[in-house]
């Protein structure tokens, strides 16, 4: 990696960002009582009801709300994402973007720019449609054509670059939406067919609604945001660009329909049908959304960082629980704060299930190293602690058909007392505290609370491995069921010997704050 840096910067250079030049805001437009969402909103509503919820473990069924809302939009969408692809969901989120923008819809897209190189010249034509603009979070000045020459190319930067906006947010006409953990890309909704990501969003509407449009202003009038066509150069004239945007997005012909199955594992049918109905069913309660500030580390200390985050917020919500506490992290660190605040819950004999990725399930190895340094601690701490299984996840068909792709945990949730509801895009890891942005809704619903764990107990009972210390506690064994009973392993199951050598040299020589 070092050797592809300097060759990188050899070719590259060093390079800065251009001035930021000084753009009014613009805010949520006020809600239109009129128009068709609105009106769906006030149809599901009950009296004196806070904020109301769907959640949505189906990948295609989070797709398709999207759409939905996108295609029956009359005044504005706001998306907010970290990965932005182009690919097929892409480029069909885009295609209906524009469809919603030309028919005088006011699109904001805030993009950030970590993962942009394949979709940097498809957002930038986008931004071209009247009504759409694109910006870029926290962007890199050059070196554009690739991960490794961006930050080549600045490399008195890395402070700054090393800040990145990982929230997930969609809102249509200030009135629904949809959060949680998924970004744009195949594999956030189980159409890749190499890789595939178990995940949670949720369909909101409500009071939490001006909330989440609050912070998405904040972060769309922050200094860390730059219009894309200040920073990536078109590689065309406008009207060829705006012509190949349509051909790679194919807006002449009718939009791909998305296949749906008849229900979810909840029992919920296609959004399109309820919102064809004039009316959705929610589940309804208190709920609060957070967000890192979006200058976090521009002006602030790791401790002032950490203080103020989302990631903070979840553990100070998880200490209050009195008897019980389901987590899922794809990404789990827990490092000296998390681990000293588990052992204090189970110190006061609170349970605390935590379902992560195996070594063979994760996308981040080097993270899973810094998990595993904790195992035994957590163990031996009486957690409960399940590891997502790729094999199980692939035959399990109840959160989404994953053919023969590779299962991978990507949900970031918890149950706290089966009263309250944490999720958003927060991961119980360093980098989530002290390095990203992130965006979290807190909700205080029992109802809610029993169908998010009715997911996670499927995913932990049917989709991973139990772990366990040894009768010595010397240890870890991982234990799974087949028709024939339990199977015990004692070593990280379905990995390779490469896998497992790469994490046993390299995970050492890491340090925790920068997994």
Not at 19 to 28: C, G, L, N, R, S
Not at 155 to 166: A, D
Not at 410 to 436: C, E, F, M, W, Y
Request: glycine share 8%; hydrophobic share 40%.
């Amino acid at each position: 990696m070092l050797g592809a840096l300097l060759v990188s910067f050899m070719a590259v250079g060093c390079g800065s960002l251009p001035p930021q030049k000084e753009m009014a805001p613009t805010m949520a437009l006020p809600v239109d009582e009129s128009g068709e969402l609105a009106k769906i909103v006030k149809a599901s509503s009950p009296p004196e009801e806070h904020s109301g919820f769907r959640l949505m473990p189906l990948g295609v069924y989070s797709l398709d709300a999207r759409i939905e809302l996108a295609k029956r939009a009359k005044r504005s969408l706001d998306l907010q994402y970290y990965v932005f692809e182009n690919d097929g969901t892409g480029r069909l989120l885009m295609r209906h973007l524009k469809d919603a923008a030309l028919r005088g819809v006011r699109v904001r897209l805030l993009v950030d720019d970590l993962y942009t190189v394949d979709s940097q010249q498809l957002l930038l034509a986008l931004s071209q449609t009247p009504n759409v603009e694109v910006r870029l979070f926290n962007p890199f000045c050059c070196g554009r054509d690739g991960l490794v020459s961006k930050f080549a190319a600045s490399p008195l930067e890395i402070g700054r670059l090393n800040h990145r906006m990982h929230n997930k947010l969609f809102i249509a006409d200030a009135v629904m939406g949809v959060a949680g953990g998924r970004n744009i890309a195949d594999e956030y909704f189980t159409l890749n067919t190499s890789q595939n990501f178990v995940d949670m969003d949720a369909m909101f509407m409500g009071k939490v609604v001006a909330q989440l449009e609050g912070i998405f202003d904040d972060y769309w009038n922050s200094e860390e945001v730059y219009p894309i066509a200040s920073i990536v150069a078109p590689h065309t004239g406008h009207v060829a660009m705006r012509q190949e945007f349509d051909e790679h997005v194919n807006m002449a012909a009718p939009p791909p329909k998305i296949v749906l199955p008849p229900t979810d594992v909840l029992g919920y049918g296609p959004i399109g049908e309820e919102l064809d109905a004039g009316r959705i069913g929610m589940i309804w309660g208190q709920a609060h959304a957070v967000a890192d500030p979006p200058a976090k580390l521009r002006s602030m200390t790791a401790d002032e960082a950490y203080a103020t985050s989302v990631n903070a917020r979840v553990w100070a919500q998880l200490m209050d629980a009195g008897s019980e506490v389901h987590m899922t992290s794809p990404y789990l660190v827990p490092g000296t704060r998390g681990m000293e605040a588990i052992e204090e819950l189970r110190s006061r004999d609170v349970k605390v299930t935590l379902l992560t990725n195996s070594l063979a399930a994760n996308d981040e190895p080097l993270v899973h190293g810094g998990y595993a340094r904790y195992r035994e601690r957590l163990l031996g701490s009486g957690v409960d602690l399940y590891e997502l299984s790729p094999a199980r996840t692939t035959k399990n068909k109840r959160l989404g058909t994953f053919g023969t792709s590779l299962g991978r945990l990507h949900a970031k949730t918890a149950v706290i007392d089966r009263q309250k509801v944490l999720l958003g895009s927060v991961n119980l890891d360093p980098r989530s505290a002290t390095s990203n942005t992130e965006l979290g809704i807190v909700i205080d619903s029992p109802r809610l609370a029993r169908e998010l764990l009715r997911v996670i107990n499927i995913s932990k009972l049917e989709s991973a491995y139990r772990l366990r210390l040894t009768a010595d506690r010397s240890t870890i064994e991982w234990l799974s069921t087949d028709g024939d009973g339990e199977i015990v392993l004692s070593y990280e199951p379905e990995s390779t010997w490469t896998q497992r050598l790469y994490n046993t040299l390299l995970s050492p020589l890491v340090p925790e704050d920068l997994l």
